[in-house]
C-alpha cells in the first residue's frame, strides 16, 4: 500500500518511487498522521493549482497550521484573489523583465568573483563555495543590501534554512534568523522610505501604485522577507542539481560541452526531472471529490509538482533525463495566480552561473562520498558536494 510521509528520510534519498506509486495506486493520498490529502497526477496537480476557489492560500503554503495571520508570514504567498491580484499587480510592476536583464553583468562579475577564489585547485565545496552564496547576494544587490552586509544577511537566511532531523518544528536558530532578518529588513525600508535608498526594488516597491493601491512599509518587509526564503535556497539547489544529474547523465552534459548555448535547455531540464521545490500545501475552502475520494472542507492538500512532472500520463518517458525534451508543460514553478514570480530570475541565475564556471572550465567531477541532502519537507537537494572543477 502507498506510503507517503514528507518528512522521512528515505523518501528524502528517492521520493520518486513513492510519487510513482502514489500516481498509480492513490490518486488523492490521505495521510493519518499529518492529517492531510495528495495529489499525485499532472493533471490533477495541475487543476488544482489553478483552481484558487477551492484549494486556497489563505492558510500559507505549509503543512503546519499557523498561529500568526499567514498573510503576514508568507505574504502574497498566504494570498487568494482579489487581494492577491492587486498585491501581485504592484510586484509585476516593478519585478520586471528589464530589472532581470540589467542583473545579468552583475551576476557575470559576481560568479566570476567567487570563481577566482578557486580557479587555481578547481576543487571546493560547491555548495558552500559558490552555489549557497550566488543567490541571496545577488537579491541582496537587487533590493539594496550594502556589500558590507551581505554576509551578514546571508548568515541569517542560512539560519533560517536550519532543520532538525525528520520533525516539521522550526529550530531556535532558524526563528533567531527571521527575527534578524526581519528587523534589518525593517530598518532598511524605513530609511528608504525616508528618502535614503536609491534605484533599487525596495525603493521601486515603495514607490509602486496600481488602482490607487499601494503596499505598506509592513507589505514591503514581509516581500523583502519571502524572496529571501523562496528566491535562495531553491536556486542553490537547482545550480547543485544541475551538476549532480550532468554528472549522472555524461551523455547530456556532453551536449552542453559541445554547445554551451544548451545551458538554458540543461538548467530547464534538471528543474523539471528534480525541482528543487517538491511539494505546495493548499488548504480546501469546500468539500471536493476527485477519483472517489471526498476531501472534505479545511483539508490540507498537498500537490505534488514533482510527482506531476514525472507523470507518464502528460511527460513522455518522465523517468529519463533529456535536455531535449519539450519542457513547455513542467510545474516547476507552479500553475495558476502563484505561478513562480522570480522564475525568469532564476532561469537566468541558472544559465549565467553554469555559463561562467563553463568558459573557465571544461569538465568536473562530483564527489559522491561528499553529498549531504537537506531535510526539509518541501525543499530537495545538497547541503554538501565537493566538486574538483577541470580546465579548459
Ligand atoms: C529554482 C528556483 C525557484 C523555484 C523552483 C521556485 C518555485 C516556486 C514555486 C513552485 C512557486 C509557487 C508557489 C505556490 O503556488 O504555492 C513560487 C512562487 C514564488 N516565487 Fe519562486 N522559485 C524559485 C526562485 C525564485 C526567486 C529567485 C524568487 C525571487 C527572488 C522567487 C519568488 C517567488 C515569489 C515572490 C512567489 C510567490 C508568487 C505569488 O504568490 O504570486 N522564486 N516559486
Not at 500520463?313 to 513542467?330: A, E, F, G, M, W
Request: glycine share 6%; with cysteine.
Amino acid at each position: 500500500m502507498a506510503h507517503f510521509n514528507p518528512y522521512d528520510w528515505s523518501f528524502h534519498e528517492d521520493p520518486y518511487p513513492v510519487y510513482k506509486q502514489l500516481r498509480e495506486e492513490a490518486p488523492v493520498y490521505y495521510n493519518e498522521e499529518f492529517n492531510f490529502y495528495a495529489l499525485s497526477r499532472y493533471r490533477d496537480v495541475e487543476s488544482a493549482l489553478k483552481n484558487w476557489q477551492v484549494f486556497s492560500n489563505k492558510a500559507g503554503v505549509a503543512l503546519e497550521d499557523i498561529k500568526a495571520d499567514p498573510a503576514k508570514i508568507f505574504f502574497i504567498l498566504g494570498m487568494d484573489p482579489p487581494r492577491q491580484t492587486v498585491v501581485r499587480g504592484i510586484l509585476r510592476k516593478v519585478f520586471t523583465p528589464r530589472r532581470v536583464a540589467e542583473l545579468v553583468p552583475v551576476l557575470q562579475e559576481m560568479s566570476q568573483s567567487y570563481i577566482n577564489d578557486f580557479a587555481e585547485s578547481g576543487d571546493i565545496d560547491f555548495i558552500e563555495d559558490f552555489a549557497g552564496k550566488i543567490p541571496m547576494d545577488l537579491i541582496s544587490e537587487m533590493i539594496g543590501v550594502p556589500k558590507e552586509d551581505r554576509d551578514m544577511i546571508r548568515g541569517w537566511a542560512n539560519d533560517l534554512m536550519e532543520r532538525i532531523d525528520c520533525k516539521p518544528d522550526v529550530p531556535e536558530k532558524a526563528i533567531e534568523g527571521s527575527i534578524n532578518l526581519l528587523g534589518y529588513f525593517g530598518d532598511m525600508v524605513k530609511n528608504k522610505k525616508r528618502g535614503l535608498g536609491g534605484e533599487d526594488l525596495t525603493s521601486a516597491v515603495l514607490e509602486a501604485q496600481l488602482d490607487g493601491e499601494s503596499l505598506s512599509e509592513q507589505d514591503v518587509v514581509s516581500f523583502l522577507f519571502l524572496m529571501s526564503v523562496a528566491g535562495n535556497e531553491t536556486t542553490t539547489k537547482l545550480l547543485a542539481n544541475a551538476l549532480y544529474w550532468g554528472q549522472k547523465n555524461r551523455d547530456q552534459f556532453a551536449k552542453v560541452q559541445n554547445d554551451p548555448g544548451r545551458i538554458s535547455d540543461w538548467v530547464e531540464e534538471t528543474a523539471r526531472f528534480d525541482p528543487s521545490s517538491q511539494i505546495l500545501y493548499r488548504v480546501s475552502n469546500s468539500e471536493f471529490t476527485l477519483h472517489d475520494v471526498t476531501i472534505p472542507e479545511g483539508s490540507k492538500v498537498a500537490m505534488l509538482i514533482a510527482s506531476a512532472n514525472r507523470d507518464q500520463r502528460v511527460i513522455k518517458n518522465p523517468d529519463i533525463y533529456d535536455i531535449d525534451r519539450d519542457l513547455s508543460n513542467t510545474l516547476s514553478f507552479g500553475k495558476g495566480v502563484h505561478f513562480c514570480l522570480g522564475a525568469a530570475l532564476a532561469r537566468m541565475e541558472g544559465r549565467v552561473c553554469l555559463e561562467e564556471l563553463f568558459k573557465v572550465y571544461k569538465d568536473f567531477e562530483v564527489d559522491e562520498s561528499s553529498l549531504a541532502r537537506v531535510h526539509s519537507g518541501n525543499v530537495r537537494g545538497f547541503s554538501n558536494m565537493n566538486v574538483r572543477f577541470i580546465k579548459c
